[in-house]
């Protein structure tokens, strides 16, 4: 399975080996936030404002995911909905661009001097309410100890994409990613799936000049395919430039071909490379380690609507993995508000910042 993560989660230890962990000045915090996404960044702005000491611990970049996100991409959302801390965002054109969004979430964390360790991937959380302990794993597999009184969880769903499940998906030619079309030039590419980024894939891969085959399951392209993407994508199908089949899948990757199921019996396609777009879901293994109940339908995490704790008292969800496995559900627009929620109760609960918390009592 090819992820953005580094280590599968099976290589999880249950404990990490006490001995080699390492405690910083910088190793006590009110409030931890696992994830350095649009959400996580909105948590720390307002406990911060609510005069909490923060530390965000990511495992990637800053806003890792929207860094991986196709470079070419331009965002559904206008910039004032992707505004987190009343921080304006201005942008050239009516929709912003992933580079200045990049650039806008490090102005914004620059701006409240945000505490963030980059590069550092939560491993485990133990302990109870009040006195949670973090564990991260650095670059360079150094561990990391850390405590807090309350935990964020806020890591997203773009690291684990939904996987085909046919053989031949282990071939390095099939990705779950896209991210530009120059390599694919005067090549066979096959992309599967019906919604926002396949279209746009197979699009950016046409113009590009590579020759493309969209493939789905459904009838036709999924109804929440950007508004002025949708009459681009069909009209080149129409037009016979990308070929597509519909109510038809991947039933089999080879080196040199894809074998579909299509109404009309099995097709086999010569082919270069694929691009699987079928989605990306939360880490239930992970928010399941930290002992975060799952509602069987959907997989959402237990929590209160009303301040998103989850049913480990003192650990809250925010952001997209709110809606487990309804991903477009919960996006930029509306997670960013997730701060606001879990800062007032934050502050109901522990009555404003504690700045003497930090680890003496170790
Ligand atoms: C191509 C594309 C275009 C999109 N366009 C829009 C749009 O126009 N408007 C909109 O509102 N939404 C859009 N979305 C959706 C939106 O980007 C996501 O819903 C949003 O990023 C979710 O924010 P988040 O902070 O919850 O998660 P993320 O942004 O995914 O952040 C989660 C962070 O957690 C980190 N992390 C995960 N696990 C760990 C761990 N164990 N330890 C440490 N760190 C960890 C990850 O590295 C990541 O940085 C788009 C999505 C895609 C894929």
């Given amino acids: 399975m090819k992820t953005l993560n580094l280590l599968?989660?099976?290589?999880i230890p249950e404990t990490l080996p006490r001995t080699q962990a390492l405690a910083g000045p910088d190793s006590a915090a009110d409030i931890l936030i696992v994830g350095a996404g649009p959400t996580g960044l909105a948590c720390a702005i307002e406990a911060q404002k609510?005069?909490?000491?923060?530390?965000?611990?990511d495992k990637g970049c800053l806003v890792n995911s929207i860094y991986h996100y196709p470079t070419n991409m331009v965002f559904f959302t206008t910039p004032e909905l992707l505004e987190i801390g009343d921080i304006p965002f201005t942008t050239s054109l009516a929709k912003p661009t992933r580079l200045e969004a990049l650039e806008y979430y490090r102005r914004v964390a620059g701006h409240f001097h945000l505490n963030i360790h980059q590069y550092e991937w939560v491993k485990t959380i133990t302990g109870e309410d009040g006195d949670f302990r973090v564990s991260t794993s650095d670059r360079h597999d150094a561990?990391?100890?850390?405590?807090?009184?309350?935990i964020v969880v806020a890591t997203g769903y773009y690291?684990?994409?939904n996987e085909l499940d046919v053989p031949g998906e282990d071939l390095d030619k099939v990705f779950h990613y896209y991210r530009d079309p120059h390599p694919y030039y005067d090549m066979d590419v096959v992309v599967i799936g019906g919604k926002n980024s396949a279209a746009e894939a197979a699009l950016?891969?046409?113009?590009?000049?590579?020759r493309v085959t969209l493939v789905h399951r459904g009838p036709q392209m999924h109804a929440h395919v950007k508004y002025w993407v949708r009459p681009d994508i069909e009209n080149r199908i129409k037009a016979g430039e990308i070929a597509a089949y519909f109510n038809s899948a991947a039933q089999e990757i080879n080196a040199d071909c894809v074998v579909l199921r299509t109404p009309s019996g099995p097709l086999r396609l010569k082919n270069d490379f694929v691009f699987a777009l079928t989605g990306y879901h939360p880490d239930y293994d992970f928010l399941r380690s930290v002992g975060i109940e799952l509602a069987t339908e959907q997989m959402r995490p237990v929590c209160d609507p009303a301040n998103l704790e989850s049913s480990v008292p003192g650990i809250y969800v925010a952001g997209v993995i709110v809606a487990g496995s309804r991903t477009n559900e919960i996006f930029i627009e509306n997670g960013r508000f997730h701060g606001k929620?879990?800062?007032?109760?934050?502050?109901?609960?522990l009555g404003g910042?504690?700045?003497?918390?930090?680890?003496?009592?170790?």
Avoid: C, M
């Fill in 204 to 210: 950016d891969l046409w113009r590009h000049g590579a």
């Fill in 8 to 11: 599968s989660v099976e290589q």
């Fill in 353 to 362: 910042g504690n700045p003497n918390f930090p680890l003496d009592a170790t």
């Fill in 159 to 161: 690291d684990l994409a």
């Fill in 143 to 150: 561990i990391h100890d850390y405590r807090a009184r309350k």
């Fill in 50 to 57: 609510a005069g909490f000491k923060t530390l965000i611990i």
């Fill in 341 to 349: 929620l879990i800062a007032a109760h934050l502050s109901e609960k």
